[in-house]
């Protein structure tokens, strides 16, 4: 899970039996709120590095530090391009093509045995958790009178697995692009220009640069 979606929600201490465990934060509707919490816990992460300059910098400090509002940005933008590929990761296709796999395997349950799994009960999508439920029973020592099919089921998964098993990584990859003209280009390179990172008290002091001429070597800046 990104980040940025695990900070949209929060765990419950003691959910009741039937509520949901897991109930949205601030940032799940407010964007300030989500910048905030991640450049937190991006320091929080970096505690240690922090920590080995500063002998008086304390953990408590770094969840509400003073930062400068572009950085805050800087910081936002890195965490995505870092998470860009789980973020591009689409879930419900890969849930798509579980549920596809686990019905090749109902199919043989219920084809070639019968006895144990009776279409009416067993066949259909409303009853693929109990096909799959019942499968494993057996294969726990409850009594059958055909075999479980668990072999096959394995061999389904193999073979999935070996042709196609990597296919969503794949494409969360490729969305992390844009092909024009048979070419892949980058759609954003998340890259902060440098001057973003500098206070605007400090910018009225680029005003007074001059650029120096060939003479005095490349690079060469007079203040």
Same mark, same amino acid.
């Given at each position: 899970m990104s980040t940025y979606v695990d900070l949209m929600y929060a765990t419950r201490a003691q959910a009741k039996p039937g509520t949901a465990r897991w109930v949205p934060t601030r940032a799940a509707?407010? *964007? #300030?709120? =989500? @910048?905030?919490?991640?450049?937190?816990?991006?320091?929080? +992460?970096?505690?240690?590095t922090v920590q080995s300059f500063s002998a008086h910098v304390n953990k408590d400090s770094l969840t509400r530090p003073k930062v400068h *509002? #572009?950085? =805050? @940005?800087?910081?936002?933008?890195?965490?995505?391009?870092? +998470?860009?590929?789980?973020?591009?990761?689409?879930?419900?296709?890969?849930?798509?093509?579980?549920v596809e796999m686990l019905r090749k395997a109902q199919a043989v349950c219920v084809k070639e045995s019968p006895l144990d799994y009776p279409m009416e +009960?067993?066949?259909?999508?409303?009853?693929?958790?109990?096909?799959?439920?019942h499968m494993l029973a057996g294969m726990a020592g409850v009594a059958r009178s055909q075999p479980t099919r668990f072999t096959e089921a394995c061999r389904i998964v193999k073979e999935v697995?070996?042709?196609?098993?990597?296919?969503?990584?794949?494409?969360?990859?490729?969305?992390?692009?844009?092909?024009?003209?048979?070419?892949?280009?980058?759609?954003?390179?998340?890259?902060?220009?440098?001057?973003?990172?500098?206070?605007?008290?400090?910018?009225?002091?680029?005003g007074r640069i001059i650029i120096a001429g060939a003479d005095d070597g490349p690079g060469s800046f007079l203040f």
């Open positions: 509707e407010d *964007p #300030l709120a =989500m @910048l905030e919490l991640l450049v937190a816990k991006c320091l929080e +992460e970096n505690f240690d *509002p #572009l950085r =805050m @940005l800087s910081i936002f933008k890195d965490r995505l391009k870092s +998470e860009d590929n789980i973020l591009r990761f689409d879930l419900l296709t890969l849930n798509e093509r579980c +009960e067993y066949d259909g999508d409303t009853h693929l958790n109990g096909c799959i439920s697995i070996e042709a196609e098993g990597s296919i969503e990584y794949e494409k969360a990859n490729t969305r992390c692009f844009l092909k024009v003209d048979d070419e892949k280009i980058v759609i954003d390179n998340f890259k902060t220009p440098h001057e973003d990172n500098l206070l605007l008290s400090d910018r009225a002091h680029f």
